[in-house]
């Protein structure tokens, strides 16, 4: 068996080859990825009423977005992989949207409701 046919018989079409991704681009993304975080941090210090669980998941799921696009290789991956990471994200955002509009609806009743005696 030649060198190459050896190479044939373990190749799997592409799996296991990794991009190297510059280190630069990752300190970007990794100072990014703290400012984001005390972006975060300061956005608790403002009072935003019933933008504050918006505000704090769109900061959440920009950092998340990050840490897959580069520190996960998603960017130079089959985009495959970005359309369904887009699908999941899209359904995980309706599902946190149907929920807050449940508690929203119940609310008002949560507040209203007296102390229970210990």
């Known amino acids: 068996m030649t060198t190459q046919e050896a190479h044939a018989s373990t190749d ?6 990794a991009h190297a991704v510059p280190a630069k681009v990752l300190l970007n993304v990794f100072l990014a990825l703290v400012v984001l975080t005390f972006l975060t941090v300061a956005a608790t210090q403002f009072p935003t009423g019933a933008f504050e669980i918006w505000i704090s998941m769109g900061i959440a799921t920009v950092k998340a977005s990050l840490v897959l696009a580069y520190f996960m290789h998603l960017r130079y991956d089959n985009p495959m992989y970005l359309l369904l990471f887009a699908g999941a994200l899209l359904f995980m955002g309706l599902f946190v949207a149907f929920t807050m509009i449940d508690v929203t609806q119940y609310q008002p009743d949560l507040y209203l409701m007296p102390a229970q005696p210990k």
């Open 12 to 17: 799997h079409h592409g799996e296991g080859h």
